[in-house]
């Protein structure tokens, strides 16, 4: 699969990864998120704080 300019959905087991939960510093959106550089699902930045 490939997916070029913005997130996936994607089911992954809960035993082997662990979503963190941020919150966007441009428009204040909370979400759960994955990986190195986390990008807000509702405006696309990567200003975001682990909370």
Request: hydrophobic share 25%; proline share 8%; net charge negative.
């Amino acid at each position: 699969m490939c997916s070029v300019g913005g997130p996936t959905d994607i089911d992954l087991p809960e035993d082997r990864v662990v979503a963190k939960n941020y919150r966007c510093k441009e428009c204040g959106e909370r979400f759960k998120g994955i990986g190195k550089h986390p990008m807000c699902p509702s405006c696309q930045s990567e200003d975001v704080v682990e909370i």
